[in-house]
Structures are given as C-alpha cells and as structure tokens.
C-alpha cells in the first residue's frame, strides 16, 4: 500500500492472468486479490493470491480497480 495524494493504491503484476480470472473483495478494511488459470482440462494451472489490510482513513466505499494493458492491476482507495 503506498500513499498517493489523496489516495492509496495497492499495486500488483497480474499479468499472467486473463480479466476474467482475476477477482477482487473487500472486506473489513482488507483487500483481497485472487486469480486462478484453469486449463482446458479443468485443473488449476496458476494461481495468484495477496491480500492486504487498508490504513485506518480510508473510505472502504471508494475503492475502485484498474487493469493496464501490460497486466498491471491498480487499486485505489480515497483517504478521508
């Protein structure tokens, strides 16, 4: 978690994983970030799993997520 203006982000390198694969949670001011690539057979190939506790002045209702086109993905959480 790193501050940013009035902001702070959670940076990961998701870039193996397809947007579908990826999903994010929040829960009591933790943010959870899971992907799972399941091949054509059905069995789990890869997995990606983080999961990181926001600072205290954060709007747990703000947060919002970004995917760039290299794999990176974004969250952003506002600071009250």
Same mark, same amino acid.
């Given at each position: 978690?790193?501050?940013?203006?009035?902001?702070?982000?959670?940076?990961?390198?998701?870039?193996?994983?397809?947007?579908?694969?990826?999903?994010?949670? =929040?829960?009591? $001011?933790?943010?959870?970030?899971?992907?799972?690539?399941?091949?054509?057979?059905? @069995?789990?190939? #890869? %997995?990606? =799993?983080?999961? $990181?506790?926001?600072?205290?002045?954060?709007?747990?209702?703000?947060?919002?997520? @970004?995917?760039? #086109? %290299?794999? =990176?993905?974004?969250?952003?959480?506002?600071?009250?």
């Amino acid at each position: 978690v790193r501050a940013q203006g009035d902001t702070y982000q959670v940076v990961a390198d998701v870039s193996q994983f397809e947007p579908p694969d990826i999903v994010v949670t =929040t829960s009591n $001011c933790h943010v959870a970030i899971q992907a799972e690539k399941v091949a054509e057979d059905g @069995t789990v190939c #890869d %997995t990606f =799993t983080h999961k $990181c506790q926001l600072p205290e002045d954060t709007d747990p209702l703000s947060v919002s997520c @970004t995917l760039t #086109d %290299t794999g =990176t993905l974004v969250i952003t959480v506002r600071r009250r």
